[in-house]
């Protein structure tokens, strides 16, 4: 690569959604004055009678959890999307808005409180991956849910209002803005290709310099993005080219939760703290046409930036311009594989 990159500004080119993000590697230099906060290091437990999420209590719309030894699934109590929304359009000009509908899930990873995926170790994992794989083939297969977008968020800083481990499903009757962006790329990219635009870019990744790849096993790589926003944002991908978590194998589906398992466990290392992150699927939509030009994968955006208290806000410029970082990936991709 051009060392140019590492000391002067320049922007990435992001192939999936379009965008460019900005990268100011000589910023990384500046001192900080800004706000550091106190680490909390309290040790949950492993069993919380105050806990909504927790196995056995009563959730705050007064239904009863029961005493699950695995994963939990349950219908949010404060879902995001309505089922039973009447339908509807406004068109007033330049005003417009319509109904929109959708499911939406809370997945308790575990029943013990205490742990975070980092925590877990492999097979309990694939309890969760699997899980993944049942509810989105069983959401999706509504001729009302045209896109099923699993998520978690980690952390208070990422607005988790629960620290029971667990993550969310918001499904809908459209296409999210961030999935219509990947859907167009690739989409292009595969009719005049006829191949993979992430398999491409990945295999341009292993084989060459190597230096933004964390992990690998024998069906995923784990690295850094090149066009990467978030300081340590980092993706989860197959090998081979996959529409959806549904065409994992058994094996594949234990080697998934294995980069799972490697890379929250880095990133707890990496400050040594609970890193908090928000992480999602983004895969192949559930409308019922061809697909075929979609590579699923699984996105983490991890806040920290210098320390467990430095936090990356996107404001100012970001909200105005553009996304900008101060570390490359390239060098956010060495300190994590250094901590392996």
């Known amino acids: 690569m051009d060392k140019h990159l590492e000391d002067y500004s320049h922007k990435r080119f992001n192939i999936l959604t379009g ?25 949950r437990p492993e069993y919380d009678e105050s806990c909504y999420l927790c196995a056995g209590n009563k959730r705050i719309s007064g239904d009863l959890n029961p005493k699950y030894t695995g994963t939990y699934v349950f219908t949010n109590d404060f879902a995001a999307l309505q089922s039973d929304s009447p339908s509807f359009k406004v068109n007033d000009g330049l005003l417009q808005a319509e109904s929109e509908t959708g499911i939406c899930k809370v ?45 978690e968020n980690k952390g208070a800083v990422m607005g988790c209002s629960n620290p029971h481990p667990h993550g969310q499903i918001w499904s809908q009757s459209s296409l999210p803005n961030e999935v219509s962006k990947k859907d167009t790329t690739q989409k292009t990219y595969f009719a005049d290709k006829k191949s993979s635009l992430l398999g491409d870019y990945l295999k341009q990744e292993l084989n060459g310099d190597r230096e933004r790849i964390i992990y690998e096993n024998d069906a995923f790589v784990v690295l850094i993005p090149f066009w990467a926003v978030w300081p340590f944002e980092a993706m ?20 998934y939760a294995d980069a799972i398992s490697v890379l929250t466990k880095v990133y707890d290392k990496l400050f040594n703290t609970s890193f908090p992150y928000s992480s999602g699927i983004h895969q192949a939509p559930t409308d019922g046409g061809d697909n075929g030009h979609w590579h699923w994968h699984m996105s983490f955006y991890p806040p920290l930036l210098r320390s467990a208290t430095v936090k ?13 970082r101060d570390i490359t990936a390239e060098g956010a991709a060495q300190r994590l594989r250094d901590l392996l």
């Open 236 to 255: 989860i991908a197959p090998k081979n080219q996959q529409n959806s978590i549904l065409d994992m194998t058994e094996k594949e589906a234990e080697l």
């Open 312 to 324: 990356k806000f996107m404001v100012g410029y970001e909200m105005f311009g553009t996304p900008q």
């Open 19 to 43: 965008e460019w993000v900005l990268v100011s590697p000589h910023r990384s230099k500046r001192p900080w004055q800004g706000q550091n906060e106190a680490v909390n290091d309290e040790k």
């Open 107 to 151: 997945i308790c990873f575990s029943p013990d409180h205490s742990k975070s995926l980092a925590d877990m170790d492999v097979p309990g994992i694939t309890e969760v991956v699997k899980t993944w794989q049942r509810e989105y083939k069983e959401i999706g297969s509504k001729d009302e849910i045209k896109y099923v977008q699993i998520f």
